[in-house]
């Protein structure tokens, strides 16, 4: 029998383990160690952000941008439908409402024209996802944004290292949150980070990080006893995930360059598919630079998918599709609302389907291009 290819496998591509035994060894396992602060300035270079605070997962960092924002119940906050669950849940816990909008049928983001029609006297912030690794359009945002005096926060979970004109994705907002889940580019199993650009907010969130204590501010010195002092909540990460997370950071432009790779052999393979008129391959905007994060295929119907991944499957090759759109799902409905039929969003939510994607993919990549050109109609290399 014929292993399977994952769509995602997690990988050790460094120091990862003789920075956990030295973890160990150092005696501190809590968080806050010195791991969690070589992450922390490692993530500063890769973000550009002028403050980043490690925290246990990108759901995390999403609920501590929120309660930066000082949410509450009356306020809005706009986002796409097309994103993952912990970018509403991030909003609804503090008692406001998501308000989904459609994104653009070639970058898969947020639409800026959408975003301008759905605000209103409640809206408090935009909540922009940066899909596939590749920006949103943010200079649109953020002028939307200054106009209308609201936060812009960067859901950056798939764009660590992405680029939108020349700058990082991470530093094009107020603040940014992004993922080292298992499934991202720069993993720990599970981990994230906040990403802050606004000095006045910088206190406060160490303040939340913390149990909503001062801490932070206790370890250097400037309080002689901390306390509770604000809302907040446990957010650090252990230092055995900041000492796997710091071997991954340390080969990140390795990992960066061996995930382009990938997207580029599947761009080339898989460009003479465009003609049949059957399959949509992945925008790369003009005037941004991607990392390599995902691959994706936008098949003409959900039958065409459905049929497409049964049949990869066949193959042992495992081929998902992505989110179910947010405005959809029963939560989205009880929580939030949408602003207007969202078309784009439901046609993409029913024909996207993702190829393998991850560091030791090797020569599997091969095997998934040829079965994907069988499968689709178009004669494969190789093939008799």
Known sequence: MKNTIPFNKPSIVGNEIKYIRDAVRQGQLAG??????KCSKHLGSLTGAKKVLLTHSCTAALEMAAMLCDLGPGDEVIMPSFTFVSTANAVVLRGATPVFVDIQPDTLNIDPIA??????????????????????DMDALADL??????????????????????????SLSDMAAFSFHETK??????????AINRSELMERAEIIREKGTNRS?????????????????????????????????????????????VFDAYMDALT?????????????????TGNGHMFYLLLDSLESRSAFIAEMKAHNIITPFHYVP?????????????HGDLPVTQRISETLVRLPMYF???????????????????TPRGWT
């Open 185 to 194: 580019n720069i993993i720990s199993g599970e981990g994230g980070a906040l």
């Open 326 to 338: 947010l405005h959809s799902a029963p939560a989205g409905k009880r929580f939030g609302r949408a």
């Open 145 to 170: 944004a200054k106009k209308h005096g609201l936060f812009l926060i960067e859901d950056a979970a798939q764009a660590l290292g992405s680029t939108y004109k020349g700058r990082l994705a991470g």
């Open 32 to 37: 806050d160690g010195v791991y969690t602060d």
């Open 217 to 261: 501010q206790f370890f250097r010195g400037q309080v002689d006893k901390y306390t509770w002092v604000d809302v907040g909540s446990s957010y650090l990460p252990g230092e055995l995930i900041a000492a796997y997370l710091y071997g991954q950071l340390e080969a990140e432009p390795a990992i960066r360059t061996r995930r382009l790779a």
């Open 272 to 288: 003479p598919l465009v003609a049949t008129n059957k399959v949509t391959l992945p925008y790369t905007p003009l005037n941004c």
């Open 115 to 136: 975003v301008s029609t759905a605000i209103t006297q409640k809206t408090k912030a935009i909540f922009a996802v940066h899909y596939a690794g590749f920006p949103a």
């Open 360 to 378: 030791d993919l090797g020569s599997d990549i091969e095997t998934v291009i040829d079965v994907a050109l069988n499968v689709l109609g178009n």
